[in-house]
């Protein structure tokens, strides 16, 4: 990465190119399917969305482009000390790059100022790459989800302990 990258929180104009990235990521995986934010209406809408208390969104843009994002947020049922981690896509030519990892440790550095003791977060099978940086910051498999996200279409579930 040349050039240099910055990482700020989401914002209306934002909206169109991060569910862009979102869209074609899990189409690029084989994994746009029903009970995914492929088909979930509040993709496009993140800035609003991410306006709610205890959340936040991150893009990562570079001279004016995004390049991806992540966010947390207080998900229904998952009580007040648990948040998730969500909607994590990058582009392409930037996966590997150290991007992902420094947008996670940015939503974890979040939950733990907003006063959150566990992430939780769900994924599929088809986005390994991911899965992988998860488990290497702590996460561990659930056998069942936590939670009403109403993303049925998500068969992998993790959680972690944030430290204060």
Not at 101 to 112: D, G, K, N, T
Request: charged share 20%.
């Amino acid at each position: 990465m040349d050039q240099k990258i910055t990482i700020r929180p989401v914002t209306p104009a934002d909206n169109a190119a991060i569910a862009h990235i979102i869209r074609t990521t899990l189409l690029e995986f084989g994994a746009a399917r029903p009970g995914t934010v492929y088909y979930d209406e509040s993709t496009d809408r993140l800035s609003e969305i991410f306006s709610a208390s205890g959340s936040v969104y991150y893009i990562a843009e570079q001279e004016g482009v995004i390049l991806g994002g992540a966010g947390i947020y207080p998900t229904d049922g998952l009580g007040t000390a648990t948040c998730e981690l969500v909607k994590m896509y990058l582009l392409p030519h930037v996966r590997g790059m150290g991007l992902g990892r420094m947008l996670m440790e940015m939503c974890i550095s979040f939950a733990i100022a907003a006063g959150y003791e566990q992430i939780y977060l769900e994924t599929m099978p088809e986005l390994s790459q991911a899965i992988g940086l998860y488990e290497k910051v702590g996460f561990e498999r659930l056998s069942k989800p936590l939670g009403a996200s109403g993303h049925f279409g998500c068969g992998i579930w993790m959680k972690m302990k944030v430290k204060k």
